[in-house]
């Protein structure tokens, strides 16, 4: 199978990643920033979403215009820092729907522990995108991917803001069909397996806990 890495190099994308990548940066703007990203990110994933004709009438005449076939979307954040582009996401696809995957990452093993799952029902027929804004080792998106496969979920892509080659490796290895979305694909992984350059742990700095 083709590995399938899409890097969304949109000038407006990389323009306000550089500025969360600031360690200046503080949460209120790095919030907002994350916002707008996954707004931008979310219209150039979904470009390919299918469409179906339908008449209509406008205040001059009937015609046939296009929609978007009900294909049922689902947005997955993986917690704690996926739910930072949740909002952002939804504003553009309002009609999907949210499940929540909680997991952390052990700081000594970099295992990644799950302590919270909250799906719609019917993940089955949804077309699902998983987001965090950072695939380090790619645990924990691994992790989250599997969680859905064990309850259905077929139809799945993953959305971050920053990826490493080493995750993006281990997501090919354990879920082959998964799509990547990212808007950079950084130089590797420190020591203690944060992204280089990166902008540090995003949890943190979206809810400023150091
Ligand atoms: O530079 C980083 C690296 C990771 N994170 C957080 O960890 C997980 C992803 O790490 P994996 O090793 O791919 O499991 C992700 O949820 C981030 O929240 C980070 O914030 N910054
Ligand atoms: O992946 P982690 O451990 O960084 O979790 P959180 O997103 O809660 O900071
Ligand atoms: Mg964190």
């Given amino acids: 199978m083709v590995k399938k890495v899409h890097v969304l190099d949109h000038?407006?994308?990389?323009?306000?990643?550089?500025?969360?990548?600031?360690?200046?940066?503080?949460?209120?703007?790095?919030?907002?920033?994350?916002?707008?990203?996954?707004?931008?990110?979310?219209?150039?994933?979904?470009?390919?979403?299918?469409?179906?004709?339908?008449?209509?009438?406008?205040?001059?005449?009937?015609?046939?215009?296009?929609?978007?076939?009900?294909k049922k979307i689902g947005i997955v954040p993986i917690m704690r820092a996926g739910l930072g582009m949740v909002n952002g996401i939804t504003r553009m696809i309002p009609v999907a729907k949210v499940g929540h995957i909680g997991l952390y990452r052990d700081p000594e093993t970099l295992k990644a522990i799950e302590y919270y799952v909250k799906l719609p029902t019917d993940i089955q027929g949804r077309e699902l995108i998983v987001v965090d804004p950072m695939l380090a080792t790619g645990g924990s998106a691994s992790a989250a991917i599997q969680a859905l496969k064990d309850r259905g979920a077929v139809n799945i892509k993953f959305l971050c803001l920053i990826a490493v080659q080493e995750g993006i490796d281990a997501i090919h290895k354990d879920h082959p069909e998964?799509?990547?979305?990212?808007?950079?694909?950084?130089?590797?992984?420190?020591?203690?397996?944060?992204?280089?350059?990166?902008?540090?742990d995003a949890g943190d700095r979206l809810f400023g806990t150091k």
Avoid: C
């Avoid at 209120?28 to 339908?54: P, W």
């Avoid at 694909?185 to 420190?190: K, M, R, T, Y």
């Fill in 178 to 200: 998964v799509d990547i979305f990212t808007a950079s694909i950084d130089q590797g992984l420190n020591d203690k397996s944060y992204i280089i350059p990166g902008f540090g």
């Fill in 11 to 70: 000038p407006l994308i990389q323009h306000k990643l550089t500025i969360i990548r600031d360690k200046n940066t503080g949460p209120k703007e790095f919030r907002e920033l994350v916002d707008e990203i996954s707004t931008l990110m979310a219209y150039e994933l979904t470009r390919n979403l299918a469409l179906q004709v339908v008449t209509i009438e406008t205040p001059i005449k009937k015609m046939n215009a296009k929609k978007l076939s009900g």
